[in-house]
């Protein structure tokens, strides 16, 4: 029997966080997402079974430079030889049930994986909670349909801060382990993400999850960009995420999985329960958060300019007028309700189509849906690598905690 390849036991020579793999002979290349767009080269093992990249490092400042998928032609960059196949044969309706070169069978299904949320407990970070939300995300609700994992690209809150300067104002990214020898127990909720994310991206990629990750870009709106061209190949859409942005996504096309983080496991919200808890389609849903803003990403909503102009009230008017515009255009013209709420659409209608523009996913972005990712995935690897993710997740919080000279807790489900 051929031997396993063994995940996260040889370190980089460039930076000591980034995990590589051996398999014999030996041969190590990282593991790494495929981002848009870097500088990279490919090449090819016939050892391994995964799409292997030589990937620049920036040394100066320990940044790992990514594999890249070239948008906007055929060009791609370390394609599995699924991708080589004529895109016409893959479409919806025309393509055949089965992959003619690999033997995988096409799925009805794809899952977009919103990566950093399931790292934290609350708004700290905490990487080991995402092994829990894994492997119940492989066993319980994906099976083997198509996963894409998407993560935020490092100025990816620029876009927004061009117009919006408070946005996201008050998130700390990447904080840094706490380093206070006060604390008689570290239970590692502060972990430093920066040490994990390449060890979970290396993991996703062994489990044929590939990762997507735009330097100028934010993960939501990657997703609904590719959710968008998904629907165009028949797929249904499923997003794996706790963030409430995507519910303006939400169609007969696409739903929500949502990680419950108090009772542990994974919930699907459709476009029924959206009718079934607001008694209207999911259309209002962008107006009404724009009335509402958004505390966690520091947008106001109107309520912290006019005292009293809660949910309920914004809840009325986004079903009275469908969208936030329509709004806007009747309180231009005619009464739209009581003079207080009347005077407050109107006194604020800049800060609401500010709002609009902050809140709404970006659908536009130049990326492409790989024809391979409408087929099954090969999760046989599943098990073996999640018990490696957590053995290398933990083992880093242990180094972190012994060089700080503190006593740990392990929290690793």
């Known amino acids: ?27 190590s290349v990282e593991l790494v997402s495929r981002s848009i767009p870097a500088q990279a080269t490919p090449c090819t093992s016939k050892n391994l079974n995964f799409t292997a990249v030589c990937a620049g490092i ?41 992959h003619p070169v690999c033997g995988r069978e ?8 919103d990566v950093y949320p399931l790292c934290y407990r609350g708004r700290k970070p905490q990487p080991s909670r995402i092994v829990r939300w894994m492997r119940m995300l492989f066993s319980q609700v994906a099976d083997k349909d198509p996963i ?16 919006f300067a408070a946005y996201k104002a008050t998130r700390n990214n990447f904080v840094p382990l706490s380093q206070s020898k006060d604390r008689q127990t570290w239970k590692g909720d502060d972990a430093d993400l920066r040490e994990a994310l390449p060890c979970i991206e290396s993991f996703l990629n062994y489990c044929n999850v590939p990762v997507i990750k735009i330097e100028d870009a934010e993960a939501d709106d990657v997703v609904a960009s590719f959710a968008r061209q998904a629907i165009q190949k028949g797929m249904h859409v499923a997003i794996a995420s706790p963030d409430k942005d995507f519910r303006q996504m939400l169609c007969e096309d696409v739903e929500i999985v949502v990680p419950q983080m108090e009772l542990g496991y ?75 709420i009347q005077n407050a659409v109107m006194e604020h209608a800049l800060i609401l189509r500010r709002n609009l523009k902050l809140l709404a996913l970006r659908r536009d972005l130049p990326v492409v849906y790989r024809d391979e990712w409408c087929f099954e995935r090969d999760s ?24 700080a000279g503190i006593e740990t807790v392990d929290l690793v489900s």
């Open 380 to 403: 046989s690897k599943d098990s073996q690598a999640l018990l490696k993710l957590k053995e290398r997740l933990q083992y880093l919080r242990l180094q972190r905690a012994e060089k």
């Open 58 to 98: 920036d040394q100066g400042n320990a940044k790992v430079g990514h594999a890249t998928t070239q948008c906007g032609d055929d060009e791609t960059i370390g394609r599995d030889p699924c991708s080589y196949l004529d895109a016409a044969r893959l479409e919806a309706g025309r393509g055949c049930s089965q």
């Open 106 to 113: 096409r799925r009805k299904r794809v899952f977009f994986l």
């Open 148 to 163: 894409i994992a998407v993560m935020d690209g490092e100025r990816g809150n620029e876009y927004r801060r061009s117009f």
């Open 266 to 340: 994974w919930s699907f919200y459709t476009i029924k329960h959206y009718i079934g808890q607001y008694g209207c389609d999911p259309s209002i849903e962008l107006g009404l958060r724009c009335m509402l803003g958004d505390q966690i990403d520091n947008i106001p909503g109107l309520s912290e300019f006019v005292p009293g102009f809660g949910r309920k009230t914004a809840l009325k008017l986004m079903k009275k007028h469908g969208t936030l515009e329509n709004l806007l255009n009747a309180a231009t013209i005619r009464t739209i309700g009581k003079p207080h």
């Open 1 to 27: 029997m051929a031997s396993l390849p063994c995940l996260f036991l040889t370190l980089s020579p460039y930076c000591p966080s980034i995990c590589h793999l051996r398999s014999p002979p030996f041969c």
